[in-house]
């Protein structure tokens, strides 16, 4: 029982022994979390990780924005020097033609020059075809072109439509060279044959003024050659006036038809005295001195030469274009000086 007792009395030491500790300890305050502050910490980190990759994100775009837009400016500036340099190609290409047509332009118009004018003519439309594609590369070229190639651009340019210039009055110009070049020729010739069946119609005449009868047969049958040397002579001034519309050779066409009338008078003449019809020779021989002394007053109004109709002519159908073909061809030229200064610059 005593032990029993003091077991008992033991424990109770202990545990009162322990009460009055818990007793006599101040408890010790927890710290808890707020679920609330955790939750807007969370949402704060989590809002600032999303602001650096957006600002991330954007620093990106613009580094491949820019990365781009220079890829595209090198690009661009590439193309445009590449298109200045075939606009060059272009211009030096059409330069063949414009040379040619130059010294056929400048040339003194006689016969030989026509076939080279007609060539030259040719090569017109393709040269500004070459003149106009440079012009358009060059306008599509100088927006993205390096500030170096501006100038060479622009006297480019300058040099391309000066040319376009000179070619467009070139073309009236070679045209008119071609009609009068293949006119001079038989224009001449022909009338020098008409000239010189006046010669035989001179002799003609004196023949028959022999007023014998085998004088007479001589008269008839110089006339006769007359006429054939102005039917020749017809047809050369005919073919000037098909080769160059423009030129009026109708004066002296009509010159040859009087005169071949008046041989026609002197043959029937001739024709009339060999028949023993001496009245009627004197007749015609009469009709026949009237109409020489209106073919002399007609001769006085003819021009001084087919060569003076055809420079009148000429100078009506290409005398102005002339003028503005050598201006375009001094602005040209200029233009050139200023393209070689600009594309080989003093170092």
Same mark, same amino acid.
């Given at each position: 029982?005593?032990?029993?007792?003091?077991?008992?009395?033991?424990?109770?030491?202990?545990?009162?022994?322990?009460?009055?500790?818990?007793?006599?300890?101040?408890?010790?305050?927890?710290?808890?979390?707020?679920?609330?502050?955790?939750?807007?910490?969370?949402?704060?980190?989590?809002?600032?990780?999303?602001?650096?990759?957006?600002?991330?994100?954007?620093?990106?775009?613009?580094?491949?924005?820019?990365?781009?837009?220079?890829?595209?400016?090198?690009?661009?500036?590439?193309?445009?020097?590449?298109?200045?340099?075939?606009?060059?190609?272009?211009?030096?290409?059409?330069?063949?033609?414009?040379?040619?047509?130059?010294?056929?332009?400048?040339?003194?118009?006689?016969?030989?020059?026509?076939?080279?004018?007609?060539?030259?003519?040719?090569?017109?439309?393709?040269?500004?075809?070459?003149?106009?594609?440079? /012009?358009?590369?060059?306008?599509?070229?100088?927006?993205?072109?390096?500030?170096?190639?501006?100038?060479?651009?622009?006297?480019?340019?300058?040099?391309?439509?000066?040319?376009?210039?000179? /070619?467009?009055?070139?073309?009236?110009? /070679?045209?008119?060279?071609?009609?009068?070049?293949?006119?001079?020729?038989?224009?001449?010739?022909?009338?020098?044959?008409?000239?010189?069946?006046?010669?035989?119609?001179?002799?003609?005449?004196?023949?028959?003024?022999?007023?014998?009868?085998?004088?007479?047969?001589?008269?008839?049958?110089?006339?006769?050659?007359?006429?054939?040397?102005?039917?020749?002579?017809?047809?050369?001034?005919?073919?000037?006036?098909?080769?160059?519309?423009?030129?009026?050779?109708?004066?002296?066409?009509?010159?040859?038809?009087?005169?071949?009338?008046?041989?026609?008078?002197?043959?029937?003449?001739?024709?009339?005295?060999?028949?023993?019809?001496?009245?009627?020779?004197?007749?015609?021989?009469?009709?026949?001195?009237?109409?020489?002394?209106?073919?002399?007053?007609?001769?006085?109004?003819?021009?001084?030469?087919?060569?003076?109709?055809?420079?009148?002519?000429?100078?009506?159908?290409?005398?102005?274009?002339?003028?503005?073909?050598?201006?375009?061809?001094?602005?040209?030229?200029?233009?050139?000086?200023?393209?070689?200064?600009?594309?080989?610059?003093?170092?």
């Amino acid at each position: 029982m005593d032990n029993g007792e003091n077991l008992s009395g033991g424990q109770q030491e202990s545990d009162s022994s322990a009460a009055e500790e818990a007793v006599s300890a101040p408890e010790r305050p927890v710290r808890r979390r707020s679920r609330s502050r955790s939750k807007a910490r969370v949402e704060r980190n989590s809002k600032r990780r999303w602001l650096f990759a957006l600002l991330a994100f954007v620093i990106l775009v613009g580094v491949c924005v820019g990365g781009y837009l220079a890829y595209q400016q090198i690009t661009a500036r590439r193309v445009a020097s590449e298109n200045l340099d075939q606009a060059i190609t272009l211009v030096e290409r059409a330069d063949s033609a414009v040379l040619e047509i130059d010294e056929v332009v400048r040339a003194e118009v006689d016969a030989e020059l026509a076939n080279r004018a007609a060539e030259a003519l040719a090569d017109v439309p393709d040269a500004v075809a070459d003149l106009e594609e440079a /012009l358009s590369l060059i306008n599509k070229a100088t927006p993205d072109l390096a500030e170096d190639r501006i100038a060479e651009a622009e006297a480019l340019e300058g040099s391309a439509d000066a040319r376009l210039t000179m /070619l467009e009055y070139a073309e009236v110009i /070679l045209d008119a060279n071609v009609k009068a070049a293949n006119s001079i020729g038989p224009a001449n010739e022909g009338w020098d044959q008409v000239l010189a069946a006046e010669k035989t119609a001179d002799a003609a005449v004196a023949e028959y003024n022999k007023l014998t009868t085998e004088a007479v047969k001589k008269s008839k049958e110089l006339s006769t050659k007359a006429s054939g040397e102005i039917e020749s002579g017809k047809t050369k001034l005919q073919e000037a006036q098909d080769a160059f519309a423009e030129a009026d050779f109708g004066p002296f066409i009509a010159y040859a038809d009087a005169k071949l009338a008046v041989l026609e008078l002197s043959r029937k003449a001739d024709d009339a005295f060999l028949g023993g019809e001496k009245e009627e020779a004197n007749k015609i021989s009469n009709q026949y001195n009237d109409a020489e002394k209106k073919l002399v007053e007609q001769a006085k109004q003819l021009p001084s030469s087919p060569n003076a109709v055809i420079a009148e002519a000429y100078e009506s159908l290409a005398g102005s274009a002339t003028i503005d073909y050598f201006d375009a061809r001094e602005k040209a030229t200029e233009a050139d000086a200023v393209l070689i200064k600009v594309s080989k610059p003093e170092e």
